[in-house]
């Protein structure tokens, strides 16, 4: 006994093709939306990690940047005790102490003729030199000044940089404000 169908084949095979067609259109549709799926989670994984690692970047900048400016600040520091260092020993191979240095100029100054700033420098070949500036009531009086300066035999090379009248006034005349460097010659034993 066999079935009798009443429906055409080609209408059979075509609905039976239509199944097919939806069975694997379904198939590639789900595969598509997995695939689609999958590559969303990676980049949304990559992008977390990207920000991960962007975040843990800048956190290492921002150390390294501390880092580099603790660094710098030492460094200075550093620097700056080389400096006071390298006056000391220049200090120290010459045999002058600061105090008999400032006890000479107490010798040599007069009573027109006064300090402002005195500065000690180290050049590189252990010389050691003297800034000082002041002020004095009259060129004659910083000419007796320079001239003490220059016969005493601890300051050599004095040279006057700059000399001008100052705005300053006391009584009644203008002050002259002056620079004068000099080398500190070493001490003889």
């Given at each position: 006994?066999?079935?009798?169908?009443?429906?055409?084949?080609?209408?059979?095979?075509?609905?039976?093709?239509?199944?097919?067609?939806?069975?694997?259109?379904?198939?590639?549709?789900?595969?598509?939306?997995?695939?689609?799926?999958?590559?969303?989670?990676?980049?949304?994984?990559?992008?977390?990690?990207?920000?991960?690692?962007?975040?843990?970047?800048?956190?290492?900048?921002?150390?390294?940047?501390?880092?580099?400016?603790?660094?710098?600040?030492?460094?200075?520091?550093?620097?700056?005790?080389?400096?006071?260092?390298?006056?000391?020993?220049?200090?120290?191979?010459?045999?002058?102490?600061?105090?008999?240095?400032?006890?000479?100029?107490?010798?040599?100054?007069?009573?027109?003729?006064w300090l402002q700033q005195l500065a000690f420098n180290t050049?590189?070949?252990?010389?050691?030199?003297?800034?000082?500036?002041?002020?004095?009531?009259?060129?004659?009086?910083?000419?007796?000044?320079?001239?003490?300066?220059?016969?005493?035999?601890?300051?050599?090379?004095?040279?006057?940089?700059?000399?001008?009248?100052?705005?300053?006034?006391?009584?009644?005349?203008?002050?002259?404000?002056?620079?004068?460097?000099?080398?500190?010659?070493?001490?003889?034993?």
């Amino acid at each position: 006994m066999r079935d009798i169908n009443l429906i055409p084949g080609e209408i059979l095979e075509r609905l039976s093709l239509i199944r097919h067609l939806l069975l694997w259109l379904c198939c590639l549709v789900s595969v598509a939306a997995f695939i689609m799926a999958a590559q969303v989670y990676q980049k949304r994984m990559v992008y977390w990690e990207t920000q991960d690692r962007q975040g843990a970047i800048k956190d290492v900048e921002a150390t390294l940047a501390k880092l580099t400016g603790d660094i710098r600040k030492e460094q200075k520091e550093l620097d700056f005790a080389r400096r006071e260092q390298l006056q000391l020993v220049s200090l120290i191979e010459q045999r002058r102490s600061y105090p008999s240095v400032l006890a000479k100029l107490a010798d040599i100054m007069n009573d027109q003729t006064w300090l402002q700033q005195l500065a000690f420098n180290t050049a590189s070949d252990r010389t050691l030199h003297l800034g000082l500036m002041g002020y004095s009531y009259s060129h004659e009086a910083l000419g007796t000044f320079i001239q003490r300066l220059s016969s005493e035999p601890m300051f050599r090379l004095v040279v006057l940089k700059s000399v001008q009248e100052s705005k300053q006034q006391l009584l009644g005349s203008a002050l002259v404000q002056f620079q004068i460097e000099c080398d500190i010659a070493k001490e003889k034993l």
